[in-house]
């Protein structure tokens, strides 16, 4: 089975911090994503990445940026955490170029920033 | 913009009671579209998928969905509700691009 792993599941942070959020997945996939996840407001993506080192905005990428130095492993920042930031956060990844193919999801991470 | 619309962000039934979660895309292409459901403080988990190979599609649980290209829709069904299956449901859609459109959900309580 395809397994994606957030590094935590529940964070607080403070406004102003520096946030790294962690995901892994072990199936090799090119495709991982980052989501956010809010009551009423479904997942919005914030970035994606395709390959190493590859990168691109989501609809909304702003507050955030993102690493992806190895293929299995892709790493969403918050550079000045702020309260509006407060949400869960979804990670995913799926196979490249075939679009009928489902992403996999990790367990999410709640973020609180007080 | 391509999008995907969930009407009904709260749906109510009773236990044993058919379950219908209605989904509409907007495309000008045949779309790739997904149901996911989603349980308290869990990721997304995939329940089933459309992928063109066949309008009428069975997923895990007993969830159906149908594709109405006509319609637009790929409404969720499920012939007798279960207490288990209250959770969130997201339709969601990919077209020639990788990344998932999701709608916005929908919560399904199951009464006893």
């Known amino acids: 089975d395809v397994k994606v792993t957030q590094s935590s599941r529940y964070l607080v942070k403070r406004t102003g911090e520096k946030v790294f959020l962690e995901c892994v997945q072990d199936m090799d996939h090119e495709n991982m994503f980052w989501y956010r996840q809010d009551p009423g407001l479904g997942l919005r993506l914030i970035y994606f990445?395709?390959?190493?080192?590859?990168?691109e905005k989501g609809d909304i990428p702003e507050g955030y940026s993102v690493s992806r130095e190895k293929k299995e492993r892709f790493s969403l920042i918050l550079e000045s955490a702020s309260t509006n930031q407060t949400s869960m956060y979804l990670c995913?990844?799926?196979?490249?170029?075939?679009?009928?193919?489902?992403?996999?999801f990790g367990q999410g991470t709640r973020l609180t920033v007080v | 913009a391509q999008s995907v619309t969930q009407l009904g962000s709260h749906v109510s039934v009773s236990e044993g009671a058919l379950v219908l979660l209605r989904c509409n895309y907007s495309?000008?292409?045949?779309?790739?579209l997904f149901w996911y459901v989603q349980y308290p403080n869990q990721g997304l988990q995939l329940l089933l998928k459309y992928t063109s190979a066949a309008t009428l599609v069975k997923g895990i649980n007993g969830f159906e969905a149908e594709f109405k290209k006509s319609e637009t829709s790929f409404h969720l069904t499920k012939p007798s509700a279960h207490m288990s299956d209250a959770a969130e449901y997201f339709c969601a859609r990919r077209d020639s691009s990788y990344k998932l459109i999701f709608g916005s959900g929908t919560r399904l309580l199951v009464r006893p």
């Open positions: 495309s000008s292409v045949p779309p790739y």
């Open positions: 990445s395709y390959d190493v080192k590859m990168k």
């Open positions: 995913a990844s799926s196979p490249p170029d075939r679009p009928n193919t489902e992403a996999f």
